[in-house]
């Protein structure tokens, strides 16, 4: 009970400023899962090959990970506002061009240099630096509580961002419109998201932005320099390496290869799948709030690995099971855990590192995770292409990301953050 009263008293407390960023992560995310349903279908529609609209989802992502990498370790010294408004520019100029060209150079361009999320996931550099502007506005205390709501909100935003866009596209074709122009509209909003959110961040104080910090009579290594870190270099760098093994094993099973997986095994059609993870990203969700009790209990670390060491058992289960029932089971019981790692890292990533490079170093890690995960899909497309081996990607999933767990909590249990040293 007295868990609960502290979930929402970190709500009540939020600062106009943490309100303010809750509803950029929503109208973000919203847009995000609108996308993710028809960018593949439109821009098939569009006359593309899968072969091409498979090099511009590359692409896409490549750039919005050197995007991110570039913003992000120059906002804590440019200013956090003013590199959160170009991300959004940046997010509605992508939406524009896609929505008014057909060329495939253009779109390569547009989505290279622009933010636009082909998986209903974060991208860009928003993330990176929203978590170090909350971390700015809420006490050490009711970090991880804030973190939690702000995952919990994210999660149900791309959910009704993707029933949004279905509703949307289905409503327009039954009116006349035809199926690329329904496509299209989405994509038009996307763009129109992107301009709400300039003027949302514009609205933000100046205490979102990075303190300023007293500079060491030493100088930064110029890479440390340039990648916005001094202090922290070594813990971002640890950090960095453990989170790409991390996404590395999770890339093997990628919600879209997940989903293949239950079609090859017991034929399940599209719509159920739908429903199926579509009730797998709420539980998700939800459980960031349990996370946030667990933390406060047993520490960040302690949890970031107890629950993530039976997800990831789970995980290997799902392809042991005999029966649709059973599998789905397993499935729903793993996603129920599997993201209570995810406020717990983000707060432990913020505490442990200097409050003037929390920004860099968030979009450090950050890169270092989307690096991780875009390799492996390449192996497990060719793990599927055989039928003996669609299992596969299931235990080299749960292998690589249980010794995450164990190296992670070798490297870190003795780094407290302050609230844990503080008890």
Known sequence: ???????????????????????????????????????????????LSETEAGMLLTATL??????????????DRVGRRRMLIVGALLMAAAGIAFAMTRQLWLLVVAGTIGVISPSGQEVGPFLSIEQAALSQVVADRDRTHVFAWYTLGGSIATALGALAAGFLTDSLQHNTWTAVDSYRAVVVLYACFGAMLCFLFWRASAAVEAPRAARSADAPLPVARFAGLHRSQAVVLRLSALFALDSFGGGFV????????????????????????FAANVFAGFSALAASWLAGRIGLVNTMVATHLPSN??????????????????????FSISQMDVPTRQSYTMAVVAPEERAAASGITGVARTAGAAMSPLFAGLLFSHPDLISVPFFIAGTLKIAYDLLLFRAFRKLKPPEEVAR
């Open 1 to 47: 009970m007295g868990e609960a009263s502290a979930e929402l008293n970190a709500l009540r407390s939020l600062t106009t400023d943490g309100r303010l960023l809750f509803a950029t992560r929503f109208v973000r995310l919203f847009a995000y899962g609108a996308l993710s349903v028809v960018l593949v279908l439109y821009l098939v529609g569009l006359g």
């Open 254 to 277: 990628v919600q879209s290869f997940a989903a293949y997986w239950f079609y090859l095994r017991f034929g399940v059609d599209a719509k159920t799948l739908g429903a199926l993870f």
């Open 62 to 75: 490549v750039g919005d990970a050197l995007l991110s990498l570039y913003i992000t370790t120059r906002a």
């Open 313 to 334: 058992v789970l995980l290997m289960m799902i392809p042991l099971m005999p029966t649709l029932p059973l599998a789905t089971l397993v499935l729903l019981l793993r």
